[in-house]
């Protein structure tokens, strides 16, 4: 069965580096997701693509953070100058379409600690 | 703007057990409604969906859910527990029509207990 990908699985980083985070979403799939999960919250929307386009970053803290999908299909996640408040796992999704009515499918995460 | 309110944050239940989970939902159209489920470390598996018709929807695991429009609710329903069920599990609401995030609930916690 076909999955999405996430590397890595857990980032230890100190303050003011840079971080990165990869996803492979499931062939086919037209739209990708990165969502943050802050413990004990649910997961929330900070970019979605359709193909390589952006469609909604309006929570991604620009300042900081990046995301790229260049040729439509895996993408990458910036986080540069990491802060102590962005600790939390990074959630990739991806699904054929965008819209409601298309099941997202979770990669396994990224867990972020920075120190 | 859509939100999703779980009450609970965290529910134990014995083994064998029926199991209700609530979530009410606030949006101004018909909503599309699912339940998530993340086990320790993972991901979120989509168990349910309800996007019109039959208000009781049935998914996987043996879990099903309720629409209640009057009631603005989407409550989650196992009729018997196994300690495998133990994991977070999330509602999110989305809606019909073009480019429509989905948003999810903060979850409630189920312990499982022998």
């Known amino acids: 069965e076909a999955e999405v990908a996430q590397s890595p699985r857990y980032k230890i980083t100190e303050k003011s580096q840079a971080v990165a985070f990869w996803c492979d979403p499931i062939?086919?799939?037209?739209?990708l997701y990165w969502y943050r999960q802050i413990l004990g919250q649910g997961p929330e929307l900070l970019v979605q693509?359709?193909?390589?386009?952006?469609?909604?970053d309006s929570q991604l803290p620009k300042d900081r953070f990046s995301a790229e999908r260049l040729k439509g299909v895996d993408s990458t996640l910036k986080i540069q100058p990491a802060e102590l408040g962005d600790s939390a796992m990074y959630l990739c999704?991806?699904?054929?379409?965008?819209?409601?009515?298309?099941?997202?499918?979770f990669g396994p995460g990224t867990r972020l600690t920075v120190t | 703007a859509q939100s999703v309110t779980q009450p609970d944050i965290h529910i134990t239940v014995s083994e064998g057990a029926s199991l209700e989970l609530r979530c009410n939902y606030s949006?101004?159209?018909?909503?599309?409604l699912f339940w998530y489920v993340q086990s320790p470390g993972q991901g979120l598996q989509l168990l349910l969906k309800y996007f019109s018709g039959d208000t009781l929807v049935q998914g996987i695991k043996g879990f099903e859910a309720e629409f209640k429009r009057s009631q603005s609710s989407f409550n989650l329903r196992k009729p018997s527990v196994h300690w495998s069920d133990a994991a977070e599990y999330f509602c999110a609401v989305g809606a019909a029509g073009g480019y429509q995030k989905v948003t999810f609930g903060t979850g409630t916690k189920l312990q499982v207990i022998p």
């Open positions: 062939s086919g799939h037209a739209t």
């Open positions: 949006y101004g159209a018909t909503p599309y």
């Open positions: 999704a991806s699904s054929l379409r965008q819209g409601s009515s298309y099941e997202q499918y």
């Open positions: 693509f359709q193909d390589e386009s952006v469609v909604d």
